[in-house]
T-cell receptor, first 112, second 116 residues
Framework: LAKTTQPISMDSYEGQEVNITCSHNNIATNDYITWYQQFPSQGPRFIIQGYKTKVTNEVASLFIPADRKSSTLSLPRVSLSDTAVYYCLVPYSGAGSYQLTFGKGTKLSVIP | DAGVTQSPTHLIKTRGQHVTLRCSPISGHKSVSWYQQVLGQGPQFIFQYYEKEERGRGNFPDRFSARQFPNYSSELNVNALLLGDSALYLC???????????????FGPGTRLLVL
């Protein structure tokens, strides 16, 4: 299981770009990197997933350097509604099962 | 398209009782996973089922069990409830094709269980 490390918390002002970096030093060759967003008392919401270089969708971008030992989630122009916990995950997909191992995530607070 | 649905949304039980939580996956998804999330922590993996077979199990006691039905819906059962079982129980569905690590799990809203 590839462990991930990310900051416990971050603050940002509305309208700014937010970058949350996650380290996953022992990521395996076939592993993907996945990010989820979670609001209090709700299920995690899938944001983005990537394997290498850059992935972009309608809500975020994910930057993965060549060595894949880290990744950065970029949220453009955050608003108050982006205040949530963000989880970086490297899903375990061995031994016939697919598991997500969550850490404590990064609590993002967006300030007006 | 309907997302993952879970029932009930909230539940209160007393110690020693039994509880059954239910989950319906996204249409076309054949795999269901269960997670427990205690307040202030990230979700912890309990089980994964695919095509009615258990595919993975986390580090939970035998009081926790689950099953998957032919329509791919799933139940999580917890016997002899303890105070520490109070948590948000999350169900996630996925295609189940296990295309390397590219499989994506989509979560339901969860069932909030309170054990008194």
């Amino acid at each position: 299981l590839a462990k991930t490390t990310q900051p416990i918390s971050m603050d940002s002002y509305e309208g700014q770009e937010v970058n949350i970096t996650c380290s996953h030093n022992n990521i395996a060759t076939n592993d993907y990197i996945t990010w989820y967003q979670q609001f209090p008392s709700q299920g995690p919401r899938f944001i983005i997933q990537g394997y290498k270089t850059k992935v972009t969708n309608e809500v975020a971008s994910l930057f993965i350097p060549a060595d894949r030992k880290s990744s950065t989630l970029s949220l453009p122009r955050v608003s108050l509604s982006d205040t949530a916990v963000y989880y970086c995950l490297v899903p375990y997909s061995g031994a016939g099962s697919y598991q997500l191992t969550f850490g404590k995530g990064t609590k993002l607070s967006v300030i007006p | 398209d309907a997302g993952v649905t879970q029932s009930p949304t909230h539940l209160i039980k007393t110690r020693g009782q039994h509880v059954t939580l239910r989950c319906s996956p996204i249409s076309g998804h054949k795999s269901v996973s269960w997670y427990q999330q205690v307040l202030g922590q990230g979700p912890q993996f309990i089980f994964q089922y695919y095509e009615k077979e258990e595919r993975g199990r986390g580090n939970f006691p035998d009081r926790f069990s689950a099953r998957q039905f032919p329509n791919y819906s799933s139940e999580l059962n917890v016997n002899a409830l303890l105070l520490g079982d109070s948590a948000l129980y999350l169900c996630a569905s996925s295609l189940g094709s296990l295309s390397g690590g590219e499989e994506t799990q989509y979560f339901g809203p969860g069932t909030r269980l309170l054990v008194l």
